[in-house]
T-cell receptor, first 113, second 110 residues
Framework: GAGVSQTPSNKVTEKGKYVELRCDPISGHTALYWYRQSLGQGPEFLIY????????DSGLPNDRFFAVRPEGSVSTLKIQRTERGDSAVYLC???????????FGPGTRLLVL | QKEVEQNSGPLSVPEGAIASLNCTYS??????FFWYRQYSGKSPELIMFIYSNGDKEDGRFTAQLNKASQYVSLLIRDSQPSDSATYLC??????????FGRGTSLIVHP
């Protein structure tokens, strides 16, 4: 079956703009995770959803970052007033449930100029 | 001290050799440990997990865990050029959210 998909694959924006990144998890997976990976670093946890609710958003760096999963499937990560330091690969992963194997999507490469 | 530490490498080994990748962690209460492989420009994929002290083998891969010393290692036997990638160690905290190390770059040369 289809894996985790993310759109867009690449996004270039200007400092101060708003961006939305989309994640479509594997069908039936209830848990969904967002990570951010900078060059030469491991993925850094941002937020995780169990169903529609954000079960843990302790990794969001500040209030410019927000994520939703209104119907318990597709999720959108929203970044307001982007800064150059937001440039990274944003990874989404899903799992059948908490503690189950996570399957990663291909990521969205965000570049803030 | 970072929660999960790995040497960034690169670790270079000849084809057919054993590659040994190491990871240390700070939380003594950690119960499970994961190894991910990440090819350049691609996303991480889980290759091994281990919960108990000792060794766990899966094909050419062996994960070794020593909770007393707080380290976990990954051995790759008969290394192949296709094993060249970054290997990420991950240790879940609390609600199964993995904390990743920065990864070790492995280069297997023919």
């Amino acid at each position: 079956g289809a894996g985790v998909s993310q759109t867009p694959s690449n996004k270039v924006t200007e400092k101060g703009k708003y961006v939305e990144l989309r994640c479509d998890p594997i069908s039936g997976h209830t848990a969904l995770y967002w990570y951010r990976q900078s060059l030469g670093q491991g993925p850094e946890f941002l937020i995780y959803f169990q169903g529609t609710g954000a079960a843990d958003d302790s990794g969001l760096p500040n209030d410019r970052f927000f994520a939703v999963r209104p119907e318990g499937s597709v999720s959108t990560l929203k970044i307001q007033r982007t800064e150059r330091g937001d440039s990274a690969v944003y990874l989404c992963a899903s799992s059948q449930g908490v503690g189950e194997t996570q399957y990663f999507g291909p990521g969205t490469r965000l570049l803030v100029l | 001290q970072k929660e999960v530490e790995q040497n960034s490498g690169p670790l270079s080994v000849p084809e057919g050799a054993i590659a040994s990748l190491n990871c240390t962690y700070s939380d003594r209460g950690s119960q499970s440990f994961f190894w991910y492989r990440q090819y350049s420009g691609k996303s991480p994929e889980l290759i091994m997990f281990i919960y108990s002290n000792g060794d766990k083998e899966d094909g050419r891969f062996t994960a070794q865990l020593n909770k007393a010393s707080q380290y976990v290692s990954l051995l790759i036997r008969d290394s192949q050029p296709s094993d060249s990638a970054t290997y990420l160690c991950a240790v879940p905290r609390g609600s199964y959210i993995p904390t990743f190390g920065r990864g070790t770059s492995l280069i297997v040369h023919p």
